[in-house]
């Protein structure tokens, strides 16, 4: 029988979601906990791969058990209740579901969305969660520019790899707001697609600094999208200010 995990983790400590030969990682330590739990290997896939210090305020992942597992919410509330206990205290576990056996976590997912949080003047308690930027930005002209992403599906631009099978992605939403609550002009990017390339997000907030800087127009935003080059888009930024924060099912 097939589970969903719904989870939430720290990034700072892990080498990213995927299970990594030189660092710890937050598969393998979800794995190792269930397996102590359970008594058996289990083999957890995610809806994603989130880089090294990414973050995340919903994760999905999905584990096959046998005829030995949980039927009722009972015994689901109780199994996290256990598995929170196991886990570091940068991981926890919000629910666990049964889904049909053909749900996969990450091939079934038809829509992901991401934020990235950056501050504009020194705010020291925003610093693990949220890149510090230096000068001012013009947002009005980084929004412009955002919109341009609908328009296009090759993202080769803002990948990290050469070698995946295809770069289209289908970006249904891509915006820059202030985060009012929050000290230190902090904004806040969302993006939401079907799928998203090794490194995307944070190589699309990097070009779109440039942009509200001022050294890159729209049209020459559009154009590093258009040559499919990574060489020609801006720097990525660091990865403590991102977060996946959804995703979708049908």
Known sequence: MRYFLYLSFDGTSYHGWQIQPNGISVQETLQGALATLLQRPVEVVGAGRTDTGVHARLMVAHFDLDEATPRSEEDCAQLVYRLNKLLPRDISVAKMQPVA????????????????????????????????????????????????LLEYEDFASFSKVSD????????????????????????????????????????????????????????????????????SAGESVPPNGLFLVNIEYN
């Open 164 to 231: 995946v099978k295809t770069t289209l992605c289908r970006v249904y939403e891509a915006r820059w707001e202030p985060v009012q609550e929050a000290v230190g002009e902090q904004w806040r990017f969302t993006i939401t697609a079907n799928r998203f390339l090794r490194n995307m997000v944070r190589a699309i907030v990097g070009t779109l600094i440039e942009v509200g800087r001022g050294r890159m127009s729209i049209d020459e935003f559009r154009q590093v999208i258009e040559r499919r080059d990574r060489c």
């Open 101 to 148: 056996d053909d749900m996969h976590a990450r091939f079934s997912a038809t829509r992901r969305t991401y934020q990235y949080f950056l501050h504009l003047r020194k705010a020291p308690f925003l610093r693990h969660y949220s890149w510090q930027v230096y000068g001012n930005l013009d947002f009005d002209r980084m929004n412009e520019a955002a919109q341009v």
